[in-house]
Nanobody, 117 residues
């Protein structure tokens, strides 16, 4: 199981853009997903990308967010355009892992994205 560290969050005005990064400690041989959690809400899947490059997006971010991966840098990115206040959340990246209680690797600190109106 590789260690994942999120970065790149910050404060942005509605309509603006941010790119968050997920840096892995080693080669990623699995699907990587970006998740987000707003205060008082459940953690939800935002986007995912397989090792083959297939992608998935939640309806709420489709056509605004783009997930990509750079295997030479062991990094997964989430480009977020036309941000809305409802996108405000802590963003996490993770992989599915066998043998853990929730079926995922360890959840890190995430990176805070705040969108102001």
């Amino acid at each position: 199981q590789v260690q994942l560290v999120e970065s790149g969050g910050g404060l942005v005005q509605a309509g603006g853009s941010l790119r968050v990064s997920c840096a892995a400690s080693g080669t990623i041989f699995n699907t990587i997903g970006w998740y987000r959690q707003a205060p008082g809400q459940q953690r939800a899947l935002v986007a995912a990308i397989t090792t083959g490059g297939s992608t998935y997006y939640a309806d709420s971010v489709k056509d605004r967010f783009t997930i990509s991966r750079d295997n030479t840098k062991n990094t997964v990115y989430l480009q977020m355009n036309n941000l809305k206040p409802e996108d405000t959340a802590v963003y996490y990246c993770n992989t599915r892992v066998f043998g853990t209680r929730d079926g995922f690797g360890s959840w890190g600190q995430g990176t805070q994205v705040t969108v102001s109106s």
